[in-house]
């Protein structure tokens, strides 16, 4: 009896830590999977959905959202680069690999037979005193200070696939996010002020910054202007077509007499129409896209290109809040809310060519709102696509500035100091503790280590000197990738911000913890 008593205890104990190396294995091969693509020499992924579209990219949160992970635990390491994209907007790909280091760490520990509560709480500590050292050995920086920010930019651009254009996107990313943002007051920037239009024909180096506003279709109709100077713009978001009946109702006419009549009706309803729209002063009039019929039709389109008035349609429903903050009007609903002081007016409304297709652009916005266009050109669609990502990290990293406006050193510098800095630490330190400290320290060098590795150096050798460096009192000693040796990494102005470092640190902390304290898998029903 006291055989078996023994055989079920020992059977229970032996579940929780199958299933906790099982989730560390699924969640370690995501951070491997992704590990290649960290820093400027990291390469990039081809992912191929279902549908057979390609994506290229070496963006870690892109990657891992298109990725088809079915390990629950592995889907945790998803949602941590989703949460870092979101609070930071760069260092995606980092998060992952030090969460995927830390729990590798925290297998080791497992073996040796410490509980896994002790390893998480000695982690969450060791996170926060690694925020602590880095607000440390940062340096403050002011929004003036545009080569810092060109700087940060150009760090970030350079592990991009667009990385030789970065002298032109950087100014681009830094210009786009200062002009709508009061650098005295503001800590933190809305992007949903900073539109990107992508344009297919000529390359990056096109890329421009517009102040006001441009729309990425050309003029509707035939026959109406292609430019208006002392514009006055209306967005309505009322259809100017004949009514439909509802989904079941049919109409049948038998005389070809009242099929006219249908016809004059139809005519004088949307004349009525256009000629209020004209009576108010609007040349200018742009059209929100309808669901349930055409917005527009060629007869009002007619009628409008009659009456000198630029139409654009298909203007898409999130679109709409930019377009009246860019040009301080308000969406007119109906015909009965279309008075003068709901419209918008600028200097020149016109339509360009851009490559193949045509844009039409708005200049000369009287009093604007803070909003600014970025139109990116590119050769083909996978290009614009990466280029999009790229300028979207480039101006997160510029955001960040803005929240918490202080730098570190990039190439890896900061993770060796703080692997340094938290030995250091936990030799005052006792029992475990002391022990998770070190572990967590250790961790942190699969940074260095990997940056080394995707510039094909050697790893062990380069992370010895750099550590080598670090102990002698160089702080900014880091990877100089496109020399292949350790320097001063400041003077090769690679600086990042601290916050993408804080909350890559923090949140792959917490990820791991969560990870660890899970100790079953349950199925439940299906509904």
Do not use: W
């Not at 079920?8 to 370690?28: E, L, V």
């Not at 990425?216 to 208006?228: F, L, M, R, Y």
């Amino acid at each position: 009896m006291s055989g078996e008593g023994k055989k079920s205890q020992y059977k229970d104990k032996d579940k929780p830590t199958q299933i906790r190396y099982s989730n560390i294995t699924a969640a370690k091969a995501v951070s491997d999977a992704i590990r290649t693509s960290l820093g400027p020499r990291g390469m990039d992924k081809m992912i191929q959905s279902g549908g057979g579209d390609v994506t290229i990219t070496n963006d870690g949160a892109t990657i891992l959202k298109q990725m088809q992970v079915l390990h629950p635990a592995a889907k945790m390491l998803v949602e941590l680069s989703k949460a870092q994209d979101v609070e930071a907007g760069d260092g995606t790909t980092t998060v992952v690999v030090i969460a995927g280091s830390l729990l590798d760490a925290s297998q080791k520990l497992l073996m040796k037979g410490i509980h896994p509560t002790t390893i998480s709480e000695a982690f969450q500590r060791a996170a926060v005193k690694s925020c602590s050292i880095l607000e440390g050995i940062s340096v403050p920086v002011h929004l003036s200070d545009r080569e810092s920010l060109l700087k940060s930019a150009t760090t970030s651009l350079n592990s991009k696939v667009v990385s030789q254009y970065s002298s032109v996107l950087s100014p681009i990313c830094v210009d786009a996010v200062l002009k709508v943002i009061d650098p005295s007051k503001d800590t933190n920037v809305d992007l949903r002020d900073i539109k990107i239009i992508k344009k297919l024909g000529g390359t990056i180096e096109d890329a421009e910054l517009i102040e006001g506003l441009v729309f990425d279709q050309k003029t509707a109709g035939s026959g109406g202007p292609s430019k208006v100077e002392k514009a006055k713009i209306a967005l309505i978001q009322f259809c100017i077509s004949p009514p439909k009946t509802d989904m079941e109702n049919q109409v049948i006419v038998s005389d070809y007499t009242q099929m006219d009549r249908v016809l004059r009706e139809e005519r004088q309803y949307i004349l009525n129409i256009v000629k209020q729209i004209k009576k108010v002063g609007c040349n200018v009039l742009l059209i929100q896209k309808s669901i349930l019929r055409d917005a527009v039709n060629d007869l009002a389109l007619h009628f409008l290109a009659k009456m000198k008035i630029l139409v654009v349609k298909d203007i898409e429903r999130e679109d709409i809040e930019f377009v009246c903050k860019t040009l301080n009007c308000r969406p007119i609903a109906s015909l009965d809310h279309f008075q003068p002081e709901m419209l918008g007016t600028a200097e020149l409304v016109e339509e360009v060519s851009a490559g193949e297709s045509k844009i039409v652009k708005v200049s000369g916005i009287q009093n604007a709102g803070k909003t600014i266009t970025v139109l990116v050109r590119g050769s083909n669609k996978l290009v614009l696509e990466e280029a999009e990502r790229s300028i979207h990290d480039a101006l997160c990293v510029i955001r960040c500035l803005v929240k918490k406006r202080a730098l570190v050193a990039g190439g890896g510098a900061p993770e060796i100091e703080l692997s340094l800095r938290l030995m250091e630490y936990s030799q005052t330190l006792t029992g475990m503790e002391q022990y998770c400290f070190r572990a967590f320290a250790d961790a942190l060098e699969v940074i260095p280590f990997t940056l080394a590795e995707n510039a094909g150096l050697n790893p062990i050798s380069t992370v010895t000197e750099l550590r080598n460096r670090h102990a002698q009192g160089e702080k900014t000693a880091g990877i100089n990738v496109r020399k292949g040796a350790i320097t001063n990494i400041l003077e090769e102005n690679v600086v990042q911000p601290l916050l993408v470092s804080t909350s890559a640190i923090h949140l792959a902390a917490e990820t791991v913890r969560s990870i660890l304290k899970i100790d079953d898998i349950v199925n439940c029903i299906g509904r």
